[in-house]
């Protein structure tokens, strides 16, 4: 069987998929896979195409396409291609069990059953344990794949029967490529993508690089021109609050994007080098930052970001928990508290 | 025919099999020699450590055809069924899926038919703790007196999830995590059978992986055979298991030690892209770090056993150069930054975050040396070293609050027991023992200030205008005042009493060091006192910009 064109579409990740292709290959093909990384560094797009290699017919190097089971898989209607996915916040008992049921019936055209559960560490506690019997036993010709960005929160007895393959971020060419052969995107557009993707595809293909881009410049501009400028609108402050709009997860974004940013500027500051930050496309307002900055007070900044972020995602008064950050964040130094028990 | 991975087809079948288990397994076995099974056994332990595995050998021991000595024969018809998971009079249920009352009270009706062809009818529950509250209870009265021929077994992980009334109606055994010594040679047997070349260290990294579960050593070790075939090189080891991380470890270390932020970041860049998990990363540090400690504190070898000979060498040799201060102090960083680790959208910005925060703290001076210090003071000052100390060098003057990662101040009980030789004691004993003998008298001095002391001539200022001068000024007063001032110094000693101009209150003898000092000690008073600390801590970022003494503001 040729196992190679299944997995062309992924990019990256070469040490897995050899990896997965060796197991097709010496036909020791686990019953559990646990594939952890980051999300949207590719371990959906990789499942997807080893459920294509376990059960592609191999007729592609005669027709010189796919097969009629992987096309079947590439468009969602393979009927052995089952995915568990959490309903709400979580992923409930009552899905286990009806995934338990099914899995007990041989597949049903396909060699291999293979059930992808995404996000598997949002399995609340009783749908963890009611899967455990079926993950280290399932009936034959069953395959599953957890997927998970926080392997941490998965109880212990889940990943230990499981195979775990550990997904890296891309190297910045990796996603270059993609950028570029997928998305058609222009070659200066893609290499500064590719890093603020911080090797993982996905942070990159859902954003408007232009509008963020906007935002960044008016946040960081009031935030890092203010320490000296004495004559600048002492409310802009509160003005540029605005500008991470009203919806919560917009705005924890954008508090991540500031925060990102910080981190950046830290990064400069200590290492002083370029090639280690993520927004290369604000390098100049980096470097100016990072210049007049300390490290005490840029971690100090970190954490006033963090803390706002946690505040705006339990629900707090977003408005009021911003302005106090934006207010926090514009102060220049480092920890007025001991200054003031050292000197006076 | 499926592939199965070796968890499950070097699952033990006999006792004689299974790994590290001992205490349990020679119980059962005498207990089926003697024909002393209980009715109902749990197991408990640690994932992967054949909890499972037991219930399933009893099972099949206790419902043997052929059997002649405690071990099943794994041959009969029974054995085959039971292995095969089809026996009719062995059930395993999942306790997890079937965890409600109703499932319970349908096991309660089967009970009570006798087994169909063997010996004993036998449930075993895995993953018995996800019972609910209520099918435990319907269970209690059945599990204390069910029929002769029903036996029950539970398995758990999670111990302390079930309730007492049920642990104390069964034998429970408790499953010890498996050394790594077993493990290796466990898999060391595996590797034989199945005809794979793999180094001795190669199979002791497996097997420490397994961090005490043979399940998840197998798993791991089948995924190396999965990705590198029969021949196993130690690379194919690391690149599977992703221990390349050891590296990186001693390297942050060392760069957070020297306080060099910018190579931590580095480090951690590296990191990143090579694809380490950074919260696992940080699980790794957090336990080097504790092995840091206990190397510091302990010569004991057994205590670093989680750690390879290089790695307990080079914490031992790290453990000579660095204050145990410091490892502590970074220790409780990392573990309080654990919490925020788990809740960080982004792993990797909080852990640089952090360690740029352990990098550049101030260095920490070990309390040995810092008494150290303070004795070669003192002894300066007995042997009647410079008299014009300035505030800052003096032990007494705690100047600023101590911070949350200084030290605590070993600072004050020494020069509290130093004999009266240093005005500064001798004014406070001053004021306490005239505080006993005249407290009237005392209060309307105790705004005063030391403004100097010696020759027989104690000097006390107060601010102009101030309101007592004239009580204080009268001759019973100073008579009193001098009194106990004679005793405290153990001399002749007069009092006199001075006012201040408010500008240059230290205008006293010894110029302005000796007279800014009181008002130096008020201010830092003051900076201690707990509701100003409460106000600090209360209101992030406020600040105290000054401190003013009273009496100044009363004469302006």
């Known amino acids: 069987m040729n196992s190679a064109m299944p997995f062309s579409g992924v990019y990256g990740h070469e040490r897995q998929i050899n990896f997965l292709k060796n197991a097709l290959l010496r036909d020791r093909v686990a019953q559990a896979y646990l594939f952890d990384g980051m999300a949207g560094v590719g371990k959906k797009t990789t499942a997807l195409a080893f459920a294509r290699a376990l059960n592609c017919l191999g007729t592609e190097e005669e027709t010189g396409e796919f097969c009629a089971s992987c096309r079947k ?6 009927p052995d291609i089952l995915f568990v996915a959490p309903d709400g916040k979580f992923i409930k008992i009552g899905q286990i069990r009806e995934l338990a049921r099914q899995m ?94 911080a090797g993982c595809i996905g942070r990159v293909i859902d954003r408007d690089p232009e509008a963020s881009r906007r935002f960044e410049e008016d946040i960081l501009g009031v935030l890092e021109i203010s320490g000296d400028a004495g004559d600048e609108n002492p409310l802009a402050p509160f003005l540029v609050v605005a500008r991470f709009g009203d919806d919560r997860a917009a705005i924890v974004e954008k508090l991540e994007l500031v925060k990102e940013w910080y981190r950046d500027v830290l990064v400069l500051h200590e290492t002083g080098r370029e090639e280690l930050i993520i927004h290369r496309d604000l390098l100049n307002f980096t470097r100016r930052a990072a210049d007049r900055s300390t490290a005490g007070r840029l971690t100090r900044n970190i954490e006033c970001i963090e803390a706002a972020r946690r505040a705006v995602d339990r629900n707090a008064n977003s408005r009021l928990v911003l302005e106090s950050m934006m207010f926090k964040l514009r102060q220049p130094s480092t920890d007025r508290r001991q200054q003031a028990a050292r000197g006076s | 025919m499926e592939y199965v991975v070796l968890a499950r087809s070097c699952r033990p079948q006999k006792f004689g099999e299974v790994v590290g288990q001992d205490h349990v397994v020679t119980t059962l076995r005498n207990a089926i020699r003697m024909n002393r099974a209980a009715h109902a ?88 703790h996800m019972l609910t509250k209520e099918a435990f209870n319907a269970l209690l009265k059945t599990l204390e007196e069910p029929p002769p021929h029903v036996i029950f077994m539970f398995a758990t992980t999670e111990i302390h999830r079930v309730p ?28 034989e059978k199945l ?37 196993i090189e130690d690379g194919d080891i690391e690149a599977v298991l992703g221990i390349t991380d050891r590296g990186y470890v001693s390297d942050l270390l060392q760069a957070v030690l020297d306080g060099r932020a910018g190579a931590c970041l580095e480090i951690v860049n590296d990191m990143y892209y090579a694809g380490e ?132 101040p070993p600072v004050e009980e020494p020069v509290e027991q130093e004999d009266v030789t240093g005005e500064d004691q001798l004014w406070k004993l001053f004021r306490k023992r005239l505080k006993q003998e005249n407290p009237i008298l005392f209060s309307k001095m105790s705004e005063g200030i030391l403004l100097a002391a010696g020759e027989g001539i ?21 008579e009193l005042m001098s009194r106990v001032a004679s005793e405290c110094a153990g001399s002749e000693v007069r009092v006199r009493i001075e006012e201040m101009n408010g500008r240059n209150k230290g205008n006293g003898v010894n110029g302005n060091a000796d007279g800014k000092r009181p008002l130096e000690e008020i201010k830092s008073e003051a900076l201690r006192h707990p509701m100003v600390q409460k106000v600090l801590d209360t209101f992030e970022g406020a600040e105290v910009r000054d401190v003013r003494i009273k009496e100044e503001r009363s004469r302006s």
């Open chain 1, 73 to 78: 898989i590439e468009t969602g209607n393979h």
């Open chain 1, 104 to 197: 007990c019936f041989r597949p049903l055209e396909g060699r291999r059953r293979v059930v992808i559960i995404e996000e598997a560490h949002a399995m609340n506690d009783e749908a963890a344990n009611a899967l455990l019997k079926t993950l280290e036993e399932p009936a034959p010709g069953n395959v599953l794949i957890l997927l998970t960005s926080r392997s941490e929160a998965l109880p212990r007895t889940i990943a230990s029967r499981c195979q775990r393959l550990r997904f890296a971020p891309l190297p910045a060419s990796a996603v270059e490529a993609f950028l570029k052969e997928r998305r058609g995107i222009g070659e200066e557009e893609s290499s500064m993508l590719a890093a603020a993707s």
């Open chain 2, 41 to 128: 056994y749990l197991f408990s332990g640690p994932r992967g450590t054949g909890k499972t595995t037991v219930a399933r050998i009893m099972a099949k021991a206790l419902n043997c055809s052929e059997r002649d000595t405690e071990e099943p024969c794994d041959q009969c018809g029974s054995c085959r069924e039971i292995r095969d998971g089809v026996s009719i009079d062995v059930r395993e249920i999942d306790g997890a899926s079937n965890r409600g009352i109703d499932e319970i009270r349908e096991l309660k009706e089967n009970i009570r038919f006798a087994p169909v062809s063997s010996r004993y009818k036998i449930y075993i529950i895995d993953e018995v």
């Open chain 2, 164 to 191: 007492p009334t049920i642990l104390s109606r069964c034998q429970h055994f408790d499953f010890k995590r498996i050394s790594i010594r077993q493990i290796t040679e466990n898999l060391a047997a595996i590797a």
């Open chain 2, 195 to 231: 005809n794979i070349s793999i180094s001795p260290r190669g199979l002791a990294l497996i097997a420490q992986a397994g961090a005490g579960s043979l399940r998840d050593a197998q798993s791991l070790f089948d995924q190396v055979i999965s990705y590198a075939g029969e021949t």
């Open chain 2, 277 to 408: 998990d950074i919260r696992r990363f940080y699980q790794t540090f957090t336990r080097v770090l504790m092995g840091l400690l206990t190397a510091c504190v302990s010569k004991n070898d057994e205590l670093l056993e989680e750690f390879t000979e290089d790695e307990r060498r080079e914490l031992r040799r790290r453990a000579e150069t660095v204050p145990v201060e410091a490892v502590e102090r970074l220790l409780g960083m990392l573990l309080a930054g654990d919490e925020d680790m788990r809740k960080a959208s982004d792993s990797r910005l909080q852990f640089e975050y952090l360690l740029v925060k352990m990098a550049t703290l101030e260095p920490i001076i070990p309390v040995d040396e810092m008494i150290n210090r303070l004795e070669a003071l003192e002894t300066r000052l007995r042997s009647g070293g410079s008299r014009g100390r300035t505030p800052s060098a003096g032990p007494a003057t705690p100047g600023k609050i101590p911070g949350p990662e200084e030290p605590p």
């Open chain 2, 458 to 478: 104690i000097k006390i200022g107060f601010p102009r205008g101030f309101v007592f001068l004239d009580n204080l000024r009268e001759p019973a007063a100073l």
